[in-house]
């Protein structure tokens, strides 16, 4: 096992951590835990044991799997940006049609 | 034509008062919209009757309190509104100077244009001619102060000044509209009074407003 490898699992025993953490304190649905497991796994897995991966390594022309981690984990992070963006902006929206409203009904 | 001040205002205790006080004898009406300041501005003021003070729970900035005062001033029958700093910076001696484009019905919104000279850092006058000028190519619509927050719209043409801005780029986004629906203007030189050390927009406002301005064009 190389030091990347060690990295990633203790990243991955990590982020497990906090799923569970999210899961016990109720701010994550069993489904939401659940999903998020799957990430983590699927993660411990392609960091152990990187050979099956190597037919999509070689379709997308990458030439290691930790190089198809890193695009997968950028392309991910835009998605996440991008939602956070657009859950922002709705919350923002309805704080400040719900602030207005509270300061009209008590004119 | 009913007539209403629409004054928003953040933390402003000392000048608050007297400014109601100056822009009384000039509209029928005025509404503060308190934007979450630390100690409700209700408490401070004199209670008037001709004097309206909604509040916001929280902060929500100056294109948000603006909003509030609009749709007071609609469903209580206004046919104008003035929109005028709390800080005193604006001269509530020239209310009557922009209603009167809206009342001789030669516009529909009026800019008040400030003297640019020294006493506004050099930083915020070369900031405000970037934007300004960003905007008169972008949009093609002639005005020459896009921070000045003393103006004067005619409530039936709301619907297309509305803006979404909810903080600073608010009067550069009423400008963007204006142009965008053709919406008939007049510009008014008006006096800018300062008490004290600059508060208008800072440096980062402008970066914000002018990311905006792109936006706006492209989106």
């Known amino acids: 096992m190389n030091i990347i490898q060690i990295i990633a699992l203790l990243f991955v025993l990590w982020m497990t951590y906090f799923s569970f953490l999210h899961y016990r304190r109720r701010e994550f649905s069993l489904w939401e835990f659940a999903f998020w497991q799957v990430i983590w796994l699927g993660l411990a897995v392609v960091v152990l044991f990187p050979g099956p991966t190597k037919f999509v390594i070689e379709k997308l022309h990458f030439t290691r799997a930790f190089d198809l981690l890193t695009a997968g984990g950028i392309l991910l992070l835009f998605g996440a940006t991008f939602r956070n963006y657009v859950v922002v902006r709705r919350t923002d929206k309805r704080l400040e049609e719900l602030v207005r409203k509270i300061a009209l009904s008590k004119d | ?219």
């Open chain 2, 1 to 219: 034509m009913k007539t209403i001040a629409i004054i928003p205002a953040f933390n402003e205790f000392d000048r608050l008062q007297g400014v109601n006080r100056e822009v009384l004898p000039f509209v029928d009406h005025i509404v503060v919209v308190d934007d979450g300041s630390r100690e409700p501005l209700r408490e401070q003021l004199d209670s008037n009757p001709a004097i309206t003070i909604l509040r916001h729970t929280i902060n929500l900035g100056k294109g948000a309190a603006l909003k509030t005062g609009v749709m007071w001033a609609i469903d209580h029958g206004y046919e104008a509104v003035v929109f005028i700093d709390a800080d005193g910076q604006h001269d509530p001696k020239e209310i009557p100077s922009l209603l009167r484009p809206i009342l001789e019905q030669r516009a529909e919104i009026v800019f008040g244009v400030r003297e640019f000279h020294g006493r506004m850092p050099l930083i915020a006058r070369a900031g405000n001619h970037l934007l300004t000028k960003a905007m008169q190519v972008l949009y093609r619509i002639q005005v020459d102060d896009s921070q000045s927050g003393f103006r004067a719209l005619k409530i039936s043409a709301f619907e297309k000044i509305a803006w979404q801005s909810p903080r600073y780029a608010v009067e550069t986004e009423m400008i963007v509209n204006t142009g965008k629906h053709h919406v008939p203007f007049v510009q008014v030189p008006i006096t800018t009074i300062y008490h004290d050390r600059y508060k208008g927009t800072t440096v980062i406002d402008g970066i914000r407003i002018m990311i905006n301005i792109l936006a706006w064009k492209i989106l």
